[in-house]
């Protein structure tokens, strides 16, 4: 009893790796959910907008007077010889003698920006489009992360219907091997049957580790993705509302690209981009005209600190500058600015026709997706219908085993290729809602 007991804590300890929690279902809900809060590019997505967000109020602040306060105290003791003290006083053979000066003095005051040539104006704008911009990238970011966790997601499915179908594959192996050594035994079929069922049964079991590996890999990715612990335990499913219907989409290839012109957040993004392009050029022709600004100040000192404000002065002051000639700066500031605004309308017509190759590749796929999805369903019944029918023959003595294989092979393959099918025409569906701009709608 002692021995079992102290085998059991052995156990234990030696296989730390053992997960005995309970599995608990993760809906592609919940996993793009995650993403959406928990994915790091998300959060560091979130923090540069913050930082846009705050450089509003400076471009504003620069059309508020400036205020400031500023105190000084200075003290000054002073030694007189008697030669200085003659000097000092005018008196021959004075006496030396010593001073001390205190001065106390406040000032408060500021200036302000009256007229730049509208470029104070010109960078609020510009500002705020930024802001404009950056939350549509935002977004963006958003939708291809959650069309990323589509495709892990469905890639992590898929696995497992290859996982369970490659199971049952290699439960068929297993049990046509004993069979096909029953009728060995009887002397029924050639021994070369029995080797060639050994090897594909061992096929069939290294296929079966590989499916299981990359299952596993599959939800090791999607966990890491989503910044989950790696060792949690999940399983994996679609629901329902998770498949995408996409006979909603319009059909002619127009209206796809008119929608995602105005959903797509990147093409919204870039508009705003082109406008602070615009918002450049007219704070670089700022340069061109004179600038105003203002000043005020009040101030007070005195040699004691009860003193102060016995005495005070006030002033306001105003500076007007003309630009005559800045080396050419100003002109190579305006060139610089009209250049980035052209630029900035080339990206968008490039972007245009992007939009537009992307659409037209997504709804492509889409149709291919689905027309091999059809084909592949009826495949699978043709060769499914064919390899029973082999089987059978086989079984009797009518077929040899190399026709029954072939058949199975057959099988196999169609199971493969419909599985994979099954899984491309779903991303396929996510990836049209996602280049027309509909995904997180």
């Known amino acids: 009893m002692k021995i079992s007991i102290l085998f059991l804590l052995i156990v234990i300890l030696t296989v730390p790796s053992i997960n005995i929690s309970a599995q608990r279902k993760l809906p592609l809900s919940e996993a793009i959910s995650l993403t959406l809060n928990q994915n790091p590019n998300i959060k560091k997505g979130a923090n540069n907008l913050e930082v846009t967000i705050e450089a509003i109020k400076p471009a504003w602040g620069a059309l508020i007077p400036t205020f400031g306060l500023n105190g000084d105290f200075n003290w000054a003791h002073t030694n007189y010889n008697s030669n200085a003290a003659s000097i000092y006083t005018g008196i021959p053979n004075s006496p030396s003698f010593s001073s001390e000066n205190r001065n106390w003095s406040l000032s408060a005051g500021g200036d302000v920006t009256l007229f730049d040539g509208l470029s104070n104006f010109a960078i609020i704008s510009s500002r705020e489009n930024s802001l404009s911009s950056a939350k549509y990238d935002f977004e963006k970011l958003k939708q291809d992360l959650t069309l990323q966790t589509v495709v892990q997601y469905t890639t992590i499915v898929g696995y497992k219907k290859l996982l369970d179908f490659q199971t049952e594959d290699l439960k068929y192996n297993r049990g046509l091997t004993d069979k096909i050594k029953q009728m060995l035994d009887i002397k029924s079929i050639p021994v070369s049957d029995y080797y060639s069922q050994q090897a594909l049964t061992a096929n069939s079991e290294l296929a079966y580790i590989q499916a299981e590996n990359n299952y596993q890999k599959s939800i090791v990715t999607l966990l890491n993705f989503l910044a989950l612990d790696v060792n949690g335990s999940y399983t994996f499913s679609f629901d329902n509302d998770d498949l995408k219907d996409t006979s909603a989409v319009p059909i002619e290839f127009n209206n796809l690209f008119e929608t995602a012109l105005a959903n797509r957040q990147d093409y919204q993004s870039e508009k705003y981009k082109v406008k602070i392009s615009e918002n450049l050029v007219t704070s670089s022709l700022g340069g061109v005209y004179p600038s105003l600004s203002g000043n005020y100040g009040l101030s007070t000192s005195a040699s004691s600190p009860g003193r102060l404000f016995n005495q005070t002065t006030f002033g306001v002051g105003l500076s007007l500058s003309i630009p005559v000639f800045a080396q050419f700066n100003t002109e190579y500031s305006i060139e610089i600015s009209q250049v980035n605004l052209k630029n900035s309308n080339e990206d968008l017509t490039a972007l245009e026709r992007q939009i537009k190759t992307d659409v037209k590749n997504a709804y492509l796929d889409l149709e291919t997706a689905k027309k091999q999805l059809d084909v592949s ?65």
Not at 399 to 410: E, G, K, S
Not at 427 to 435: K, N
């Open 377 to 441: 369903n009826t495949a699978i019944i043709s060769a499914k219908e064919s390899w029973d029918a082999k089987k059978e023959t086989y079984t009797l003595g009518a077929a040899t085993y190399l026709d029954q294989q072939l058949t199975y092979n057959n099988y196999l393959q169609a199971v493969y290729t419909n599985i994979s099918n099954q899984y491309n025409y779903i991303i396929a569906q996510y990836t049209v809602i996602s280049v027309i701009g509909k995904l997180n709608k």
